[in-house]
């Protein structure tokens, strides 16, 4: 990788990486201000501040884990024939929701047994928050991941360098959204 060579051009993948990582920080930062302004109306549910972190770190790994199979699949050819693309996304998409759902579950069950031992309080909302939240954020995240890694790809840009962030940053605010949604739905 070139960062600076004889005719003093940044190089692609450097240029790529680090407009993602300024996107990424950005939309981080702007999902915290967002969470700062609206804490007050969550804390009436014990147990929803345990689950955030784990929530929101679950949406940037599996959903990053699914444009990178994407991304190498595309870049090693593998993914051409439309018959191929649809069986293998269909696929994805049905191990991404199992994920999901499970991962939520745990972690809803944690934050649950958490409260019960910490303040002797039971609450089974905080795993249906947990799991519907997730459900929520799923229906919006899963395309808009694999239409962005397309998109991306068609474009000339490796989307292996830009989704990490990009899709990490995506999952927090609408994590963060689903959450609020369903809170105030429920509560």
Known sequence: MRILGKSKRIDKDFLEISLSELVSITGGIIAGLFLLNITKSLDTLLGLFILFPGLLEMHGNIYGSLSARLSTLLWSGKLKLKEERNKFIRENVFAVLF???AVSFALGVIAYLFVLIAFKTSSFLIIIVSVLSS???????VPLTIYTTFWFF????????IMGPYVTTIGDIISIISIVIVVKILI
């Not at 068609?154 to 360098?161: A, L, S, V």
């Open 135 to 141: 459900l929520i954020g799923s229906l919006i995240e």
């Open 99 to 101: 994920l999901v759902l």
């Open 154 to 161: 068609k474009h000339n840009f490796d989307p292996e360098d």
